[in-house]
């Protein structure tokens, strides 16, 4: 079987589970969905050793003086919480209105931000069931967008993209880049929220900043945004407190930080968000995507930190 057969054959299987799993998922009770996440979870930190692996390495760069009991203890429930939190998911989709235990804190952070009328780029982390607070915020009556990546599998993308458009929730996809652009700008204008994630890998494509003390290539797209647009820089996070309840921290807006080169504003900027997303992790390390290789990406040996592209 060559391997585009083997990619089509698991993007059907992918979008059967995921029409199964919604239907089935909204039927029953969330501590239903729990119990069944937790199995899952669990099942899935045992028998994928690479993405296992990636985790507990990752672990060990962010924190160094962390015992491999440690880090796998977290890997692992790091695995319950992913698979409890799909299937949260899910059953929020279809029951919008059953979100109570979702509390928002900071929200006058929020509506002061809103004030200025140049709209909100809300920088945010792939932390805790990141994509609850976009529902909530929509069910709040804020007008929200979120910036996502087009899935591969076009009907399981499609579907929820229509789960989400239901939910009040716009969604601009990353690329192609100039209607990515446009979409945001709109949305900007409009006075909307544009939810953006600062926290992962961007090959060459922005700057290397120190996360966790090690450098790391980070997009820049929400600094260079509300440095052309004066949009608010508003960081917000969510975390699980238990069964049901999560908490959405809105911080006040962050001042752009400027300097006489633009190239060093938005270096020193991405800098700044970068320890803020840091300190969140630090607080609930077992709520964020260890599974993705942050550090993989490393400036090249012959770019000068003149340029400022490099953290120093």
């Known amino acids: 079987m060559n391997k585009e057969l083997q990619k089509t054959l698991a993007r059907r299987a992918g979008w059967f589970f995921l029409r199964i799993f919604t239907v089935v998922n909204g039927s029953f009770s969330l501590k239903w969905s729990y119990a069944l996440g937790r199995r899952l979870g669990s099942f899935a930190c045992a028998v994928i050793p690479q993405q296992r692996k990636i ?34 998911l899910l059953y929020f989709l279809r029951h919008l209105d059953r979100m109570q235990g979702v509390k928002i804190e900071g929200r006058q952070n929020l509506d002061e931000a809103l004030k200025a009328g140049t709209g909100i780029i809300l920088v945010t982390a792939h932390m805790g069931n ?23 599998d076009e009907k399981a993308g499609d579907y929820l993209f229509n789960l989400r458009e239901n939910a009040g929730v716009k969604s601009i996809f990353s690329y192609p880049r100039k209607e990515c652009i446009s979409g945001i700008l709109k949305a900007l204008r409009n ?14 494509g922005g700057v290397w900043v120190k996360f966790f003390g090690k450098l790391a290539a980070t997009p820049v797209g929400p600094i260079t945004l509300g440095m052309r647009t004066k949009a608010k820089l508003v960081p917000a996070y969510i975390y699980r407190e238990g069964l049901s309840r999560h908490c959405i921290k809105i911080l006040p807006a962050e001042p752009i930080i400027e300097a006489e080169n633009k190239d060093e504003a938005v270096l020193k900027n991405a800098a700044k968000f970068s320890r803020i997303i840091e300190s969140w992790i630090k607080e609930y390390p077992e709520q964020w995507g260890w599974i993705h290789r942050r550090w993989k990406s490393q400036p090249p040996k012959d770019l000068a930190a003149s340029q400022f592209k490099v953290e120093v």
């Open 55 to 88: 985790s507990t390495d990752s672990l060990a760069i962010a924190f160094p003086d962390m015992t491999l009991k440690e880090r796998k203890k977290i890997t692992r429930d790091f695995f319950v919480f992913m698979a409890q939190s799909g299937f949260e």
């Open 130 to 152: 990141f994509p609850l607070m976009s529902l909530k915020l929509a069910r709040e009556g804020y007008k929200i967008n979120f910036v996502t990546r087009p899935m591969r």
């Open 191 to 204: 006075n909307e929220i544009v939810i953006m994630q600062m926290d992962q890998n961007f090959g060459s």
